[in-house]
T-cell receptor
């Protein structure tokens, strides 16, 4: 199993450019999420999905869009990049989540991250 | 507001000594508690979790964590530290009610440095 795969590993954008960060998992996980990691801030949730066709906002959703057309893929789109979006982005998935609190004991599986710099 | 606190930005220990990385939380109900480790340029890896039952849980790489409900704490411990344990450690909490949608709340992380 590849687990959670993120591409690209590194990306440099100019202010105003758009791009999509790709995330794919091969574990048939229902729950997928995107976090950004900034020094001294820990991990902050951007968007999440509890299944194909269902997405919702996390703590810091502004400037980002997501979609979930399949169980495997959960891309993150930056429509107009800003320097404040310079960060390391992590995609994560887990077996259960969403409407089944009794199954919240499943740990998250993380990708290796995308380091994004916006100049 | 629900939150997780890791009061130490960095913990320094000598190899062979015991280590503790502290975590406290402020979450309603009976949350699920997790520890993750992050090595440089990698994603987070799951170490251990507390769901219910015995307050001392054992996880990967010889780590264990002690749950204390009255103090709302979930400290990570290891009896004898290794240089290879040097990494960034995150405590995370998942509220047990449906309104949370299963989202984890992370602490800011603690950098563990183990010196030979």
């Amino acid at each position: 199993n590849a687990g959670v795969t993120q591409t690209p590993k590194f990306q440099v954008l100019k202010t105003g450019q758009s791009m999509t960060l790709q995330c794919a998992q091969d574990m048939n996980h229902e729950y997928m999420s995107w976090y950004r990691q900034d020094p001294g801030m820990g991990l902050r949730l951007i968007h999440y999905s509890v299944g194909a066709g269902i997405t919702d906002q996390g703590e810091v959703p502004n400037g980002y869009n997501v979609s979930r057309s399949t169980t495997e893929d959960f891309p993150l789109r930056l429509l107009s990049a800003a320097p404040s979006q310079t960060s390391v982005y992590f995609c994560a998935s887990s077996y259960n989540g969403g409407s089944r609190p009794s199954s919240y004991n499943s740990p998250l599986h993380f990708g290796n991250g995308t380091r994004l710099t916006v100049t | 507001a629900q939150s997780v606190a890791q009061p130490e930005d960095q913990v320094n220990v000598a190899e062979g000594n015991p280590l503790t990385v502290k975590c406290t939380y402020s979450v309603s109900g009976n949350p699920y508690l997790f520890w993750y480790v992050q090595y440089p340029n990698r994603g987070l890896q799951f170490l251990l979790k507390y769901i219910t039952g015995d307050n001392l849980v054992k996880g990967s790489y010889g780590f264990e964590a002690e749950f204390n409900k009255s103090q709302t704490s979930f400290h990570l411990k290891k009896p004898s530290a290794l240089v290879s344990d040097s990494a960034l450690y995150f405590c995370a909490v998942r509220p047990d009610h449906g309104g949370s949608q299963g989202n984890l709340i992370f602490g800011k992380g603690t950098k563990l440095s183990v010196k030979p």
